[in-house]
Antibody, heavy 125, light 108 residues
Framework: QVQLVQSGAEVKKPGASVKVSCKAS????????ISWVRQAPGQGLEWMGW????????NYAQKLQGRVTMTTDTSTSTAYMELRSLRSDDTAVYYC??????????????????WGQGTLVTVSS | EIVLTQSPGTLSLSPGERATLSCRAS???????LAWYQQKPGQAPRLLIY???SRATGIPDRFSGSGSGTDFTLTISRLEPEDFAVYYC?????????FGQGTKVEIK
């Protein structure tokens, strides 16, 4: 079955960097994209960015531009999200999701499915 | 950036009742790119509806989506105990995605 398995929880100090991994299985990795979404404690969902696993093209949320880098390793079907210069308000659960974006047979679609289990990143001094 | 506003913030209903959740966009959204997700406590979100009205694989037919332009609706025809959760709408446009702030459906 299609599955995304993320790396474990992290505790970081302000100013540090974190790199979260997302290993995909059960489908052809390069046929889809990966989106990253985060959720601060008790808050809603915030889209962070998208990477095409086919060609490595990325789109990042404007507020994170310059601090976030998304990459993929097609040899291991793994996506990575690195966030730098961490602040306390970066404390959140970080999710990866398989992304489908395109048009086929005259209809277009945008789908995030399935999602990884989430990785808690805590930023604290 | 397109802002999605969901209402109400919280919906208090009993099992068996009908739930109607609203998602309003700050500007017109392509129906093709409007999705709904369900999230239960401690779990990752799950895709319910894409293309404004298409149910994802395995989603029961008591869930339905409708709408166009700036107004979209998720309807749960008869609430089951497992449907009490938070629901988010999401849109794609101009190479970015945004989510609404969520509607919590709680047991009355």
């Amino acid at each position: 079955q299609v599955q995304l398995v993320q790396s474990g929880a992290e505790v970081k100090k302000p100013g540090a960097s974190v790199k979260v991994s997302c290993k995909a299985s059960g489908y052809t990795f390069t046929s889809y994209g990966i989106s990253w979404v985060r959720q601060a404690p008790g808050q809603g969902l915030e889209w962070m960015g998208w990477i095409s696993a086919y060609n490595g093209n990325t789109n990042y949320a404007q507020k994170l531009q310059g601090r976030v880098t998304m990459t993929t390793d097609t040899s291991t079907s793994t996506a990575y999200m690195e966030l730098r210069s961490l602040r306390s308000d970066d404390t959140a659960v970080y999710y990866c999701a398989r992304g489908s974006l395109g048009c086929s047979g005259g209809s277009c679609y945008s789908i995030f499915d399935p999602w990884g289990q989430g990785t808690l990143v805590t930023v604290s001094s | 950036e397109i802002v999605l506003t969901q209402s109400p913030g919280t919906l208090s209903l009993s099992p068996g009742e009908r739930a109607t959740l609203s998602c309003r966009a700050s500007q017109s959204v392509s129906s093709s790119y409007l999705a709904w997700y369900q999230q239960k406590p401690g779990q990752a979100p799950r895709l319910l509806i894409y293309g404004a009205s298409s149910r994802a694989t395995g989603i029961p037919d008591r869930f339905s989506g409708s709408g166009s332009g700036t107004d979209f609706t998720l309807t749960i025809s008869r609430l089951e105990p497992e449907d009490f959760a938070v629901y988010y709408c999401q849109q794609y446009g101009s190479s970015s995605w945004t989510f609404g702030q969520g509607t919590k459906v709680e047991i009355k």
